[in-house]
T-cell receptor, first 112, second 113 residues
Framework: EDQVTQSPEALRLQEGESSSLNCSYT??????LFWYRQDPGKGPEFLFT???AGEEKEKERLKATLTKKESFLHITAPKPEDSATYLC?????????????FGQGTRLTINP | KAGVTQTPRYLIKTRGQQVTLSCSPI?????VSWYQQTPGQGLQFLFE???????NKGNFPGRFSGRQFSNSRSEMNVSTLELGDSALYLC????????????FGPGTRLTVT
């Protein structure tokens, strides 16, 4: 069964304090790995898609990387507006292309 | 370009009733997927529709059903509501090809009493 585990469950940082969120996955064959950001009371907002080990993508203070078993979301010099829950999801090759399996998320709080 | 819209945003229903939720995808998107989000189980895939056909289904009972119209708008129906159906129901749209990213709507918050 496809599984996605995110750690830590919650993370508190001071403004400017860089850190990384982890997403480990077990899937028979990876079609794609997705990162989303979700603010309270809203739907997830798409951030990145990664397809193969070694791939990296960046957007403002965020950088996502992918290995064969896990992905990292690096946050550099975060600001309070980066506070949100970050969700990781995988699409498996043996499942329908649009079926995403999500992790439980990491709740990130950036204190000013 | 307009995002994914969902109506209604909030619903309160009584156990045993049925409910219909609506989703309008981004213009040009032909795939609509539905997810249930709860604090305990997180985000779980319900089903996906593409060109009016259910293309994929998650592990939910038959009380959960859906359909898609020719304009790609989709509805989700839950019959014989149970207390455990209280959740945020999210729909997501995409072009429906390969590993296209999905764009989510704001969700419908369903409370079953």
């Amino acid at each position: 069964e496809d599984q996605v585990t995110q750690s830590p469950e919650a993370l508190r940082l001071q403004e400017g304090e860089s850190s990384s969120l982890n997403c480990s996955y077990t899937v028979s064959g990876l079609r794609g790995l997705f990162w989303y950001r979700q603010d309270p009371g809203k739907g997830p907002e798409f951030l990145f898609t990664l397809y193969s080990a070694g791939e990296e993508k960046e957007k403002e203070r965020l950088k996502a990387t992918l290995t064969k078993k896990e992905s990292f979301l690096h946050i550099t010099a975060p600001k309070p507006e980066d506070s949100a829950t970050y969700l990781c999801a995988v699409q498996a090759l043996d499942q329908g292309a649009q079926k995403l399996v999500f992790g439980q998320g990491t709740r990130l709080t950036i204190n000013p | 370009k307009a995002g994914v819209t969902q109506t209604p945003r909030y619903l309160i229903k009584t156990r045993g009733q049925q409910v219909t939720l609506s989703c309008s995808p981004i213009s040009g998107h032909r795939s609509v997927s539905w997810y249930q989000q709860t604090p305990g189980q997180g985000l779980q895939f319900l089903f996906e529709y593409f060109s009016e056909t259910q293309r994929n289904k998650g592990n939910f009972p038959g009380r959960f059903s859906g359909r898609q119209f020719s304009n790609s708008r989709s509805e989700m129906n839950v019959s014989t509501l149970e207390l455990g159906d209280s959740a945020l129901y999210l729909c997501a749209s995409s072009r429906g090809q390969g590993e296209d990213e999905q764009y989510f709507g704001p969700g419908t918050r369903l409370t079953v009493t």
